[in-house]
DNA sequence: ACCGCGTCTTGCATCGATGCAAGGTCTTGC
DNA sequence: GCAAGACCTTGCATCGATGCAAGACGCGGT
């Protein structure tokens, strides 16, 4: 079934060389030798071997993204649009999970047997940190997410802090004063978080206030159930509080179950804002302001620089910012 | 950088063959010979390349998984599990994204050039039917969620027309009369649309009951804006409803949230169900009564089928069922 | 008549691994 | 003592494509 160049040589009477010419294009060829060549391709059904391809040009057409779960939906849009970005480059995506396991997210950094068959990395590491990331990788790697330590690699990020400093004035703006965080973390893998809270933190003091330790709720995933889990832990403290920060939207729509499940009006006697802008949110109750981080530009300024450095670009790694906004829905201001 | 065995073999002073049986876990190798080998290929950082044992064996390694998009929770929870299951089976997921597009799904059935690259193919298609597929295509394909005129082929599907008509029974059961169906579908390729619509209609007719026209609303796209607006319409349109159906939970949640914006109490007024019982359902207000298809055995038994036909079997396409439940959640019942 | 150049085509080596089958060494059984 | 077999190792051909550099051809200029 499978006809190499070979067949299509000997069918079209020429060199296997010129059929490999014809099939990359290039310029030299007599328009009827190209034609000759082009019926016998078709005849034959002939597809160029990936593998062979890839053997002699060391190139897959292959860029490998690494994310924690797919079925978080921040990852299952920031996949969707590496995958659109990639294709439009002209690359094909391998996608791997690691479900925050770092073993996992080890593996694929260094590359393991079978698994190498790609010609760059963009890694939303979760467990690893700038330390792990190996200091001349095989293959070119892109961080997202984190603001990382000077390495070969580059780095797409938003401005957690400035972000998060954002979304908390904009609940004292409301007139909100005993706001509780949730999505805090103490590893050190949890760099997000800390930026995060170190942004709640400065827009609180700005405005003379402070958050009392009980309302600072950490989690060790970003899920649903864990926003769940803590809004549950707030409201059952006791401790007053009439707005809530989640550290991401999914969090905050489990935050938003348990406070419906208490009766808690939203946004009348707590607001909520949440952080990632999934489409999710907009159809929460109520619907669910948040920061939007540039979900296309992060995809877009990744599958660039990778491409970039697969072309041979070696450079020092890159920090680089892209934009966020609020964007204010009813779970802040009401309808 | 990149070693190769020629040189491991070298440096340990055997021939390139035994390194290669050291590599692979050959049996018959001398544990002192194993040992030294083992020795050179840390020292020099060996890793196989896979491009040239994919060229000699024949096989990459990859399952290529074809989606509309995984911005759709169904989407991106299936693709979770596929590459769950595929991982556990030692291949990797390539992912690619149709949105839809005819053309983009016959590209990938065709194996284009550069895309070439994969042992075995995941489809779920929106809108090929089962005259596209190929009667021989080069490599295994399975087709997820349409049932499926007899090809080489394998189908993994769930038998909608009862698991709509179980739906349908519940709201029934429940007391509702006036019951409304979003997201039919007229196009050839809207296969499980009809059937999820037949299963309906027994039910109802079972019932002694029928669905005005008004209320059945069709939806080309099944996302949550889709499913909104098309509630917006059954509302607007005036007519007395007392239950919806939606043909995927994603619609379900669009329609909740245009029943809340109209003030309409669920379920006191209306009851909804979905179908697919996507993560989000568990957190909507209310939680969503839903089809629960085994999304785990789906995935599972689609690399299972895959892998076997990557092995060499070769009977003819296989039709397989695997089960569903209803969720029973507020959205129908109440608290 | 010959050189030079642009156009078109080709053979050979090569990428890095594995299949095959044979070769060598060492036990074991009779 | 010797054949049979088990254990261990190896050389060569091969998968299908592309890089390289040279060869063949035609044609205008001098």
């Given at each position: ?36 060549v082009q019926t016998a391709?078709?005849?034959?059904g002939y597809r160029p ?179 769940y889990r803590a809004m ?104």
């Amino acid at each position: 079934m499978a006809a190499n160049l070979k067949q299509v040589a000997e069918l079209s009477g020429v060199s296997v060389r010129t059929v490999s010419n014809v099939v990359n294009g290039f310029h030299y060829v007599a328009p009827e030798t190209r034609q000759r060549v082009q019926t016998a391709i078709d005849a034959l059904g002939y597809r160029p071997n990936a593998a062979a391809r890839s053997l002699r040009t060391g190139r897959t057409g292959l860029l490998a993204l690494v994310v924690p779960a797919l079925d978080q939906p921040y990852f299952a849009e920031l996949a969707r649009a590496v995958v659109r970005h990639a294709n439009a480059a002209g690359y094909t995506v391998v996608l791997d999970q690691t479900d925050a396991d770092r073993e996992r997210e080890l593996d694929l950094l260094s590359g393991q047997p079978g698994r190498t068959m790609f010609d760059g990395l963009i890694l939303n590491p979760l467990t690893l940190t700038s330390a792990d990331i190996p200091a001349n990788p095989s293959r070119p790697i892109v961080l997202l997410g984190e603001r990382a330590i000077a390495t070969s690699a580059d780095h797409v990020h938003i401005d957690n802090v400035a972000a998060a400093r954002t979304a908390t004035e904009h609940l004292i703006a409301g007139g909100r004063r005993r706001v509780a965080v949730i999505g805090t973390q103490d590893t050190p893998s949890g760099q997000s978080a800390r930026l995060r809270l170190q942004g709640a933190m400065i827009a609180l003091a700005e405005a003379g206030l402070t958050a009392h330790p009980d309302l600072l709720r950490p989690a060790d995933s970003y899920t649903r159930t864990a926003g769940y889990r803590a809004m549950e832990a707030i409201l059952d403290g006791g401790r007053a509080v009439d707005a809530v920060f989640c550290f991401n939207d999914s969090m905050a729509i489990g935050a938003l179950r348990a406070l419906r499940e208490h009766s808690v009006r939203v946004p009348d006697d707590v607001a909520v804002v949440g952080f990632d802008d999934i489409e999710e949110g907009q159809f929460s109750a109520p619907p669910l302001t948040t920061v939007r981080p540039d979900k296309d530009a992060i995809a877009r300024t990744a599958v660039e620089r990778l491409v970039a450095r697969i072309g041979g670009e070696s450079e020092p790694g890159q920090e680089i910012e892209v934009g966020f906004d609020l964007v204010v829905r009813e779970s802040t201001t009401g309808p």
